[in-house]
């Protein structure tokens, strides 16, 4: 529920972020090219994602009128290549509002193009930290979290978990993360905050898609860490949770990031998911 909200929130922002200002001339349209991934392993984040995305666009031609808001589709698979194509197919369209991939591989490759092009890049929830800078990427345009902010409020939240910040030195911390360019963004991150607070690290890949995690899990077993945080997506959320519960390893004592929210139709996970902490941007359930 809170995860609807925020991004029905971040869709408002992204949508009012490229009207607002528009010459009265060029107002009669505005363009949004969508790299949809709504088929492979990760169609159920996609399907919603951008299903909900056109869904808000539609309201906003039936109720408010003006600006007609268009839009058209490519297909990603969420794969970089496809992403970039995408892009390139499309962007020659008139008028075009901005570009939202929801793919941290995607919006990378395609940080480049959108400078030389100067149309806006929406990142939602991921994205370069440096981008937060207005000034280092004008056409970038990032919401709610960037990697460097939630990843220190995790670390923050086990302190407060833990009685403070000086009470880290000495723990272990295990971050299982998605082998893409999502997963592995936060690597070096983790790795400043470790030396910063002195607590030992390691840092497990699961290898895309994330349904087979056994050897990870026993690897984490062996590490007898204090904590594990989940740098998920799609069905690494309830394999991860279900290969810890085959391991022993408690639930309230993994941290799922902001993407661990997701659910994925069906909910295999649910029950697994009774005890785990997981980031709602501005605190923890």
């Not at 302190?159 to 299982?176: F, H, Y």
Request: glycine share 10%; hydrophobic share 40%; charged share 25%.
């Amino acid at each position: 529920m809170i995860k609807s909200r925020v991004l029905k929130f971040a869709f408002a922002a992204a949508v009012a972020s490229v009207l607002v200002g528009l010459p009265a001339a060029r107002a009669d349209e505005q363009f949004f090219p969508l790299q949809s991934y709504r088929v492979g392993p990760y169609a159920a984040g996609g399907t919603g994602f951008f299903g909900g995305f056109i869904d808000y666009l539609n309201l906003i031609n039936i109720r408010d009128g003006g600006v007609k808001l268009t839009w058209d589709e490519g297909e990603t698979q969420y794969e970089v290549e496809r992403g970039v194509e995408v892009y390139e197919r499309l962007k020659g369209r008139p008028r075009v509002a901005a570009w939202n991939p929801l793919s941290v591989g995607i919006a990378y490759a395609m940080i480049d193009r959108i400078t030389k092009d100067k149309v806006p890049l929406i990142t939602i929830n991921h994205g370069r930290t440096d981008s937060t800078d207005g000034r280092v990427f004008p056409d970038v345009f990032p919401l709610l979290l960037n990697p460097y902010s939630e990843m220190s409020g995790i670390v923050n939240y086990i302190a407060s978990r833990e009685g403070g910040v000086d009470k880290l030195k000495g723990k272990k911390l295990v971050v299982l993360y998605h082998g893409s360019p999502y997963g592995k963004e936060t690597i070096p991150i983790y790795k400043l905050l470790a030396d910063k607070y002195q607590f030992s690290l390691e840092q497990f890949e699961v290898p895309h898609p994330g349904n087979e995690q056994q050897s990870q899990w026993l690897s984490i077993r062996r590490a007898k860490p204090d904590y594990v945080v989940l740098r998920d997506w799609g069905v690494m959320n309830p394999v991860a949770l279900k290969t810890a519960q085959k391991v022993g390893f408690p639930a309230d004592h993994i941290i799922g990031n902001v993407w661990s929210n997701f659910r994925g139709r069906r909910d295999p996970g649910r029950r697994r998911r009774q005890g785990l902490y997981r980031d709602h941007h501005a605190g923890f359930r």
